[in-house]
T-cell receptor, first 118, second 115 residues
Framework: GAVVSQHPSWVICKSGTSVKIECRSL??????MFWYRQFPKQSLMLMAT?????????EQGVEKDKFLINHASLTLSTLTVTSAHPEDSSFYICSARPPMGRMNTEAFFGQGTRLTVV | AQKITQTQPGMFVQEKEAVTLDCTYD???????LFWYKQPSSGEMIFLIY??????QNATEGRYSLNFQKARKSANLVISASQLGDSAMYFCAMRGINTGNQFYFGTGTSLTVIP
């Protein structure tokens, strides 16, 4: 099946610094990628839809200046958590789906990134 | 609008027994797909099984089967012969014909298999 790779798997950073998370589709071109945030034992909360070559679409309540998304190529989307604070500590996970996939084509997920801000 | 509801925050099952994880949904899309994912403690999302809204038969994949009742808008996951490795979070998700590539997720069910 298709593969989506996310890097890094975990990161610890100091409060006030920025962290970049990469999401790559390895064997298909993804015009759209999705970024989720997940708290322990909770569901995936959609943060934003990353669109190749254009601005990301953010969900209500998500600060676009804090969570910068760049989708510069058909295989790479990045999420940058700017000026990170301890409350930004969470599990971030991306997903993508082949654009020409049929209804039964599942969403493919990256491995996720566990961010800890100290 | 799409909505997925999972009413069981946590479930326990004895090893080798079967367990049913509930999922109900609501959508206005005429055609849609229902998906189940497993998320172990490592965090990865593992696709388990798919059911199309026009599929006549319930989907099965190994020990996983989907009890699809369209009129009731439910798509329950049945895991047979539970194994210790089945302990994980399980998410029901839906994608509609009019929602593009966006998937909508339920709140999840934490399954614990007891030896």
């Amino acid at each position: 099946g298709a593969v989506v790779s996310q890097h890094p798997s975990w990161v610890i950073c100091k409060s006030g610094t920025s962290v970049k998370i990469e999401c790559r589709s390895l064997d298909f071109q993804a015009t759209t990628m999705f970024w989720y945030r997940q708290f322990p034992k909770q569901s995936l909360m959609l943060m934003a839809t990353s669109n190749e070559g254009s601005k990301a679409t953010y969900e209500q309540g998500v600060e676009k200046d804090k969570f910068l998304i760049n989708h510069a190529s058909l295989t790479l989307s990045t999420l940058t958590v700017t000026s990170a604070h301890p409350e930004d500590s969470s599990f971030y996970i991306c997903s993508a789906r082949p654009p020409m996939g049929r209804m039964n084509t599942e969403a493919f997920f990256g491995q996720g990134t566990r961010l800890t801000v100290v | 609008a799409q909505k997925i509801t999972q009413t069981q925050p946590g479930m326990f099952v004895q090893e080798k027994e079967a367990v049913t994880l509930d999922c109900t949904y609501d959508t206005s899309d005429p055609s849609y797909g229902l998906f189940w994912y497993k998320q172990p403690s490592s965090g990865e999302m593992i696709f388990l099984i798919y059911q199309g809204s026009y599929d006549q038969q319930n989907a099965t994949e190994g020990r996983y089967s989907l009890n699809f009742q369209k009129a009731r808008k439910s798509a329950n996951l049945v895991i047979s012969a539970s194994q210790l490795g089945d302990s994980a979070m399980y998410f029901c998700a839906m994608r509609g014909i009019n929602t593009g590539n966006q998937f909508y997720f339920g709140t999840g069910t934490s399954l614990t298999v007891i030896p």
